[in-house]
């Protein structure tokens, strides 16, 4: 099945009660049985739910892997992840991190005495140095956020391999439409499908997706043991979302660019942080493992001033300033004050995120009035 039809049909099946082509919202946390153990498949819903196990399937489709599983967010799914490991195990990190996934490792998991090393992993030979015979897991996320920094998923998984060592690789920003980790030799995918997997802004959820089945058992241990599931209605949403992923994608890259070019152009635009340009650090890999370049572009304006930046996205009209990604309709952020506030300044400018950085997710309107709210409130 090509990736345009498993959106739509991967992992799924008529419903086998009355044929209902999408899978009903079992609103129901248990399971009739005619004996003890005599249960068709479901027992409680924290364990299974039939909307649930859809979108399971859905997500395992996508990706190329064998199994999915659905968690009630993008961190849940990454905290499932964290409780394969025990004290005194090591993680390495790339330091160019979605801001809560960074406070789940230091301020959680730190306290049960895992060891993290956030490192720059632009060039992933880097990540060897750091290895030693603690380190069970590397966690990349590529493209990064909010510098649309990309690591090389195939080198990664080369060093993973050779020491034995887990890669996991946030794909949110990238989607299975643009890049499928496992076939570059990840281990385990992740996505906050409150993005673009759900892409309407309207639910909140996590997914991770494997191949190996005990990595699999262990996981979805996990997941029935600590409980951080979706309920069905979300899960009923999500496959909704995902069976128009490839369409709202394609817009996404057309839009994306457009923008990026614009700002590019801009008198008042110092930089332009998107992995479609030619100048972009590591475009040649970017042109290896995605499909396109996404709907994500950052910018900073000439004098890096953080007021100006405020007075930015408060005047722009067609974009929202919200927190989040990848819905349908285009959203501004201002990571110093929003989504990277909980790191401290001195760690987020290291990185490049300075007061004035932008951060845009370009939705699917007409890149006309895209570009014509960004001119506006440059102006
Ligand atoms: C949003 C996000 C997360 C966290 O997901 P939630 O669904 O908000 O818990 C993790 N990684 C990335 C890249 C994200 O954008």
Redesign the pocket.
Known sequence: MKFNTKTIHGGQKPDPAYGAVMPPIYQTSTYAQSTPGGHKGFEYSRSHNPTRQALENAFASLENGDFGLAFG????A?DAVMKLLKPGDEVISTNDL?G??YRLFTKIFEGFGIKFHFIGMDNAANIEKYINANTKLIWV?TPT?PMLNIIDIAAASKISKKHNVLLAV?N??ATPYLQQPLDFGADIVMH????YLGGHSDL???ALIVKDQDLAKKLYFIQNASGAICGPQDAFLALRGIKTLHVRMQRHCENGKAVAEFLKSHPKVETVYWPGFDTHPNHTIAKQQMRDFGGMVSFVTKGNNYDQAIKFVENLKVFTLAE??GGVESLCGHPASMTHASIPKVEREKIGVVDSMIRLSVGIEDAEDLINDLQQALG
Do not use: H, P, Q, R
């Not at 967010?73 to 849940?76: Q, T």
């Open positions: 967010s993008g961190l849940a990454i979605y809560g996934t996320e956020n946030d949110t920003f906050s499908a409150t993005k909140v959820m996590g989040s990604l």
